[in-house]
């Protein structure tokens, strides 16, 4: 799911028979151990959902199970609920649905937190809780939690950091300049990474394309638009005003 909805659907095609028929498995299983409710959810939920964004797949759907993606929904909050292995798993994809298809940045918000509260020092969840800070325009928030990671020696923490400081600088500080600066440094540093690394670049591209539009330079944002929507499908990224 990953790859297919970051435009890399390539990735996803040769496993796709085996991962369908361990998927039917498990949702045969689902009453017996609950953690089986994570993969049904995700099924009923992506099947229905995935399909509605990217009409394109219909004819391919149509081969397998039909989902429901309101049962999808109930599943998971069962997985994070009952599962013994896979909670968290499940709060993080709760979140991302809630952000990417429901539009719901105040429930994504709230998932991202619970999983930051839990992992305080896991990299990829505090990203995931920063972009959707940002998005629903929680700057202090942001702000005080990106701060953590200025003096890190790490460049993935660094890239984070560079991130949120083009986002802040941008739309609550309205400095053009360096939100430039930062957002440039971010998509420096996210091309050392590679795919795991995308989502920033796009979000660091979107928002050039938002300065260089407002300058009147809509050559320059069209093209930033266009490598962004490259780097990742989420509309979110784009749809920000």
């Not at 890399?8 to 949702?27: E, F, H």
Request: aromatic share 16%; charged share 25%.
């Amino acid at each position: 799911m990953f790859w297919a909805d970051n435009g890399k659907s390539a990735k996803v095609l040769p496993d796709l028979d085996n991962m369908y028929r361990n998927t039917i498995k498990g949702i045969d299983l689902k009453e017996s151990f609950a953690d089986f409710y994570f993969s049904s959810g995700l099924y009923n939920y992506y099947v229905d959902a995935y399909v509605e964004a990217h009409p394109v797949y219909k004819p391919v759907a149509s081969l397998f199970r039909k989902g429901n993606r309101a049962e999808g929904l109930k599943e998971l909050e069962i997985a994070i609920d009952r599962s013994r292995y896979i909670k968290y798993e499940a709060i993080l994809f709760m979140s991302l649905i809630q952000l990417n298809y429901e539009r719901d940045l105040g429930k994504a918000e709230d998932y991202a937190a619970s999983l930051y509260n839990y992992f305080p020092d896991n990299i990829y969840f505090l990203g995931q809780y920063l972009i959707i800070l940002l998005h629903n325009k929680n700057y202090m928030v942001a702000s005080v939690l990106s701060n953590k990671l200025k003096q890190s020696g790490s460049d993935f923490d660094r890239m984070i950091f560079s991130m949120t400081s083009g986002f802040i600088q941008e739309n609550q500080q309205h400095n053009t300049t360096e939100a430039r600066r930062y957002y440039q440094e971010t998509i420096d540093l996210a091309d050392r990474f590679g795919p795991i690394a995308d989502l920033y670049a796009s979000i660091a591209y979107a928002g050039l394309s938002r300065i260089a539009n407002q300058k009147g330079q809509l050559k320059e944002a069209k093209k930033y638009s266009r490598i962004s929507r490259q780097l990742s499908s989420y509309e979110f990224i784009r749809d920000f005003e």
